[in-house]
């Protein structure tokens, strides 16, 4: 049976943390095993908000080269940039003129992204037709996301259906949305009521993937925690140390209780020197990958692959549909 299709993308937005690789990258690799996956790099969607160019491309390549290191094999994965595949951006476009004004205007992210800024793009307003075409040019079935997207697989499903009836056939696969089941949160070293971000103003506050052994070392030295001295896990009152319980939960497979009970007597420091240990001796060998593919042709080969591919695909569905609206000549 062939396997079912599932489409998904991490914004090249800034370096990877180690809060995206529990709860991103790492469920990539289980996907690869299980659906017939693309896996693009949306820079498109990257340049909603202001970018500087040079870090822009640089970022894309050091997001590809972050996925092969964990483990990403492009012969399974369909790897591929948006922007080197202009059907995404002609197909948004009927899809645009297939979607409401109203409809788009309630889109939560650009209500929320909108919000402080006097000037916004218009991009940012119309994003989620972009998406759409993304998951829709592959009639991909399911696409994971966290609970900040799935207003727009739902806009995706709402623009397919609307399509479908006007045309009268089913020309584009509804997608699902996927909710991955809640995994760890990790959160802001400096300010545990936030979640760890990679688009921090503050440095110390991420841990990066790329990071290294001494800069890690340092951030977990000074993650704010609280006065009471006791290992205890208690997210509401002790934020900083249930997030660093929940690291050393995740990076060595051990359960929270069995944490807890492993750092009994120990102090906060102790602690922060252990995970520390944990997390680097998990993301050496991954920077040591990243570090060669980085410099090696790997990327560009799985990159062009990518690229071809997805871009006969795309280009059957988008004449498929350019045709049925009238588009041209027919
Ligand atoms: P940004 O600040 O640009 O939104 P981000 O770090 O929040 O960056 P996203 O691009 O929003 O990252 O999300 C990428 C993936 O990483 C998603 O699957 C999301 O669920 C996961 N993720 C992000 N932050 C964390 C975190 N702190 N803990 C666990 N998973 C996370
Ligand atoms: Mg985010």
Redesign the pocket.
């Known amino acids: 049976m062939s396997k079912e299709r599932l489409l998904t993308g991490?914004?090249p937005?800034?370096a990877l943390?180690i809060?995206?690789y529990?709860?991103?990258v790492k469920?990539l690799l289980k996907y690869q095993d299980e659906y017939d996956t693309f896996l693009f790099v949306p820079d498109m969607h990257a340049i909603t908000v202001t970018q500087d160019p040079a870090l822009l491309h640089k970022r894309i390549k050091e997001l590809v080269a972050i996925y092969l290191a964990v483990g990403i094999d492009p012969k399974k994965v369909h790897l591929y940039i948006q922007s080197e595949n202009l059907y995404h951006a002609n197909l948004s476009w009927i899809l645009e003129c297939h979607s409401y004004f109203g409809e788009m205007s309630r889109m939560h992210q650009f209500k929320e992204k909108s919000k402080n800024h006097e000037n916004f793009t218009c991009g940012l307003f119309t994003y989620p037709a972009l998406m759409a075409a993304d998951i829709l040019l592959y009639d991909a079935k399911y696409v994971p996301t966290?609970a900040?997207q799935k207003q727009h697989v739902e806009l995706a499903r709402n623009i397919a259906d609307r399509f479908n009836s006007r045309y009268g056939k089913e020309y584009f696969v509804k997608p699902e949305p996927v909710i991955?089941e809640v995994?760890?949160?990790?959160?802001d070293l400096q300010d545990p009521s936030k979640?760890?971000?990679?688009?921090?103003d503050n440095p110390k506050a991420s841990v990066f993937m790329t990071d290294d052994e001494k800069s890690i070392r340092k951030k977990f030295a000074s993650a704010v925690t609280d006065s009471d001295g006791k290992i205890c896990f208690d997210e509401e009152n002790k934020p900083g140390v249930s997030n660093l319980l929940t690291l050393y939960s995740v990076f060595t497979g051990l359960k929270i209780d069995e944490v807890v009970a492993k750092f009994q007597g120990s102090g906060y420091g102790d602690l922060k020197n252990e995970v520390a240990n944990v997390v680097i001796d998990t993301m050496k060998p991954i920077q040591d990958k990243y570090k060669y593919y980085l410099e090696s042709t790997e990327i560009d080969e799985a990159l062009d692959e990518g690229r071809e591919f997805t871009n006969k695909i795309a280009k059957e569905k988008y004449e498929i549909i350019r045709n049925v609206v009238g588009l041209g000549r027919n």
């Open positions: 991490l914004q937005s800034g943390t809060g995206n529990i709860g991103g469920r966290g900040d991955p995994g760890a949160r990790i959160r979640k760890m971000s990679k688009s921090t």
